[in-house]
């Protein structure tokens, strides 16, 4: 009986989180000005440019390398650099942004650092795995480039390791970027919720002194 209530409780409360996410949303929509949520509205578009901006040069340097030119293009497009900017978009969305409007975070720079891991793994960790998979892959089925078998994990890896030392230092200015990226669009997004709540409170605070000194003439006459 009591593990059925628990269950009931946890599913409304569930519900009444989606309905406030969705309030939530609603009202950043219809805010005005928009640029006082600028960053609330807009995370999908700068996450997914920036990762994806990341993700196709890294597809594009091993690609180059193992000679694949116009073959297997969308092929190996799609999964470096189409799915790893969706995933992040969808993790700051729900680790982020959802706790951020909820209010359920107790420490902001914890939130921001968390953004900037996601933001990490999503736009370079996750290209850099997928990109010279799919380039060996591709190399290995077209018959571009000559590659260890893969039996030979070793002799693979230090074909990957000789593919990514000419671009190097520029993964590291990559990888700085996406970390420095997902920190500061959500600091720029708390900003923008604590914006919008100093406004409604301002708001509050006028409508009720109205409301008093409506209340003080209204007795002053009787």
């Known amino acids: 009986m009591s593990s059925r209530l628990n269950s009931y409780g946890t599913q409304k409360h569930t519900h009444n989180e989606l309905e406030d996410l969705e309030e939530a949303y609603r009202f950043i929509s219809q805010w005005k000005p928009s640029s006082d949520v600028f960053a609330l509205k807009n995370f999908p578009y700068a996450i997914s440019a920036l990762g994806s901006c990341t993700a196709a040069y890294i597809n594009a340097h091993y690609r180059k390398v193992v000679k694949l030119r116009h073959h297997a293009f969308v092929a190996s497009l799609i999964p470096v650099v189409v799915l790893p900017p969706l995933v992040g978009t ?42 010279p998979l799919a380039a060996f892959q591709f190399a290995s089925r077209l018959y571009t480039y000559s ?76």
């Not at 700051?92 to 359920?104: A, S, V």
């Not at 107790?106 to 996750?126: H, K, S």
């Not at 500061?184 to 509050?204: C, G, P, Y």
């Open 147 to 222: 590659l260890p078998d893969i039996s030979q994990p070793k002799a693979l890896f230090k074909e990957f390791i000789k593919m990514t030392r000419p671009i190097k230092s520029k993964l590291y200015v990559l990888a700085g970027i996406q970390l420095a990226a997902g920190m500061l669009w959500t600091h720029w997004e708390a900003h923008n919720l604590f914006t919008v709540m100093s406004k409604l409170s301002h708001m509050e605070e006028v409508v009720r002194k109205h409301h008093e000194e409506q209340k003080e003439k209204e007795d002053s006459v009787f």
């Open 90 to 131: 969808l993790m700051h969305h729900h680790f982020i942004q959802r706790p951020l409007l909820l209010q359920k975070f107790q420490c902001p720079v914890c939130l921001e650092l968390r953004a900037g891991g996601i933001q990490l793994f999503a736009g370079f960790i996750y290209p850099m795995v997928l990109a």
